[in-house]
């Protein structure tokens, strides 16, 4: 009875495409735990390591977590992420204990090191190695791409030519 | 151009470039992590820093703006292998931290940046499923990597498919070299490319005999 619960809430989840996290399903995945045995906490375990990947992946693709998704996790859900977020900062950051470089910017490979954008809502004024510029919503600017993709990732630029991300 | 007499990192950097792409690409089509490419890092980190002060240093100065721009092109590609390299080892490192935590032999290869990363994620990973699945699990995580390898079968602990088919170019005459546990050999001249499983390529990917595509 269980199992097939259990079954479903797995299904649940890997029925969803990659970029949605369905909202937690507190009562089904407990009544799934209350009935212990090694299948049952098996396929537990594949759930919530299916969810904590996606997680994973957000903070990757987005750096922080839209509303749409922040909805639907647990409370330990959001103290997870948080918790990759600062293990990921940590790692990326310079000095020992990181390598000083942002991994989650400008996946794709560079061909050239400006690309236009334009403003999305206004940031102020921000230093690039290029020279300081102050975002206002609609201008568009040459800005160096790595330095730019950041703040594209967090909705304050869109990147003008086709370049995609 | 005489205030540069050194600044061609581009030229005694393009091997050190080469070579990152090599390890780069090793990386990402190999199933296991592989080693970290240290000394190799730490001349291209150098690298990096240095060109960065030239680009600096020419900030300014017109005659020298095409110059500086492809300075400033060169260092995004260089920084762009770094970053790619770094991230396709994170998320192998993710994937089968348990794994590698587990077998003294891979986790040798991991930087002292990795290793640390690699044992703050399998905690964060395992006390989030702990108190998620709600099961009693010990609680340091030494025991806990103890108690999964005590499971006798262990498959519960994701780790690389070292079966699976690889693509790769030798890269120096090696003659006959075994290619499965059946004594099978294949002759591995220069140049030749082979699709081949994974596995029979360890020692050969390792000594640099062979690059995988």
Not at chain 1, 99 to 114: H, I, K, Q, S
Not at chain 2, 103 to 122: C, I, N, P, Y
């Amino acid at each position: 009875m269980f199992a097939k619960q259990a079954f479903e809430l797995v299904q649940e989840v890997l029925s969803c495409p990659k970029d949605v996290i369905p909202p937690y399903n507190d009562e089904a995945f407990r009544n799934v735990i209350d009935e212990v045995n090694m299948q049952h906490e098996r396929l537990a375990a594949v759930f919530q390591r299916e969810r904590t990947d996606r997680l994973q992946e957000f903070r990757w693709t987005h750096r922080s977590l839209p509303a749409h998704v922040q909805n639907n996790l647990s409370p330990l859900e959001l103290q997870y992420f948080a918790g990759y977020d600062q293990l990921l900062n940590k790692y990326m950051r310079s000095g020992r204990l990181g390598v000083g470089l942002d991994l989650t910017a400008d996946p794709t490979p560079p061909e050239d090191p400006f690309v236009q954008v334009r403003v999305l809502r206004d940031y102020g004024e921000v230093m690039f190695s290029s020279g300081k510029v102050a975002l206002q919503r609609g201008k568009s600017h040459w800005l160096p791409r790595d330095e730019a993709h950041p703040l594209v990732m967090d909705g304050v630029l869109e990147f003008l030519a086709a370049t995609s991300c | 151009m005489d205030a540069f007499p050194e600044a061609t990192p581009g030229t005694s950097g393009r091997s050190d470039q080469e070579a990152l792409k090599i390890a780069l690409i090793n990386e990402k089509s190999s199933p296991e992590i592989l080693m970290f490419q240290e000394d190799l890092v730490s001349r291209i980190e150098a690298q990096i820093d240095y060109q960065e002060e030239q680009i600096e240093l020419m900030r300014g100065n017109q005659d020298l703006e095409l110059l500086r721009t492809i300075f400033t092109t060169e260092l995004a590609r260089v920084r762009y292998l770094l970053r790619c390299y770094y991230r396709v080892r994170l998320h192998k490192i993710e994937e089968y931290a348990m794994h590698i935590l587990d077998t003294a032999e891979v986790k040798e290869r991991l930087s002292d940046r990795e290793d640390a990363h690699a044992q703050e994620f399998f905690m964060l990973q395992g006390t989030h499923l702990k108190m998620a699945v709600g099961r009693q699990l010990p609680e340091a995580f030494s025991s806990l990597v103890r108690q999964a390898a005590a499971h006798p079968e262990k498959d519960m602990v994701p780790r690389p498919d070292l079966d699976k088919h690889v693509f790769c170019r030798v890269l120096e005459d090696r003659g006959q070299v075994p290619v499965d546990d059946a004594g099978n050999t294949a002759q591995f001249n220069k140049d030749d490319v082979f699709v081949i499983r994974y596995q029979p390529l360890q020692p050969l990917l390792a000594e640099g005999s062979v690059c995988l595509l």
